[in-house]
């Protein structure tokens, strides 16, 4: 049974860092692109990250580009989530996602597998 896990959330400063992790399970993470969504108290779900297979494409959403980082480690079958320069504004429940997808690219949308989510909250 395909299992996603998320853990890393937390408490922190505006300006500071974090690292999400997906820890993925019941299927080999090296055949299916991987993305982070993220979702605000009173707001609709928003993509922020997702990289391919092989982790030789990643996208980003214009609201993080710059800030975080996506990677993955088939080997570890885990998926990261570098947090740099946080702000208040990406505050909400990060959840990573699944989806079975060719080699080259991955998507935002479309996705069918899912972790429970973690809480990020930047505050002061």
């Known amino acids: 049974q395909l299992q996603l896990v998320e853990s890393g959330g937390g408490l922190v400063q505006p300006g500071g860092s974090l690292r999400l992790s997906c820890a993925a399970s019941g299927f080999t993470l090296g055949y299916y692109a991987i993305a982070w969504f993220r979702q605000a108290p009173g707001k609709g779900r928003e993509a922020v990250s997702c990289?391919?297979?092989?982790?030789?494409?990643?996208n980003y959403a214009d609201s993080v580009k710059g800030r975080f980082t996506i990677s993955r480690d088939n080997a570890k079958n885990t998926v990261y989530l570098q947090m740099n320069s946080l702000k208040p504004e990406d505050t909400a429940v990060y959840y990573c996602?699944?989806?079975?997808?060719?080699?080259?690219?991955?998507?935002?949308?479309?996705?069918?597998?899912w972790g429970q989510g973690t809480q990020v909250t930047i505050s002061s």
């Open positions: 996602a699944a989806r079975y997808w060719g080699p080259l690219t991955c998507p935002l949308d479309g996705y069918t597998s």
């Open positions: 990289t391919s297979r092989s982790a030789g494409s990643t």
